[in-house]
């Protein structure tokens, strides 16, 4: 099993997917072979790389205490 990512194309009046050669390659697959794909759409690629953070504190206490920090100096 490999992971790719591709967009899709207007192929005439149908929709398209186009699989690297690479991967076909390193797969060993061949026109007539039957294959599964799981689609799922990319919306937030930072979120969906790294999640959903959550601080425990709001921005704005954060904010305020490196104002703080920095006045000491």
């Known amino acids: 099993m ?9 192929w005439g009046r149908s ?10 390659d390193r797969e060993q697959l ?3 072979d039957s294959v599964e794909i799981i689609i799922i759409k990319k919306t937030n690629a930072l979120r969906e790389t790294f999640g ?5 504190r709001t921005t704005d206490e954060i904010l305020k205490e490196s104002d703080k920090e920095s006045w000491d100096e």
């Open 30 to 32: 061949k026109n007539g």
């Open 2 to 10: 490999i992971t790719i990512e591709s967009k899709l194309r207007e």
């Open 15 to 24: 929709t398209g997917l186009v699989i690297p050669k690479e991967a076909i």
């Open 52 to 56: 959903k953070f959550k601080f425990k």
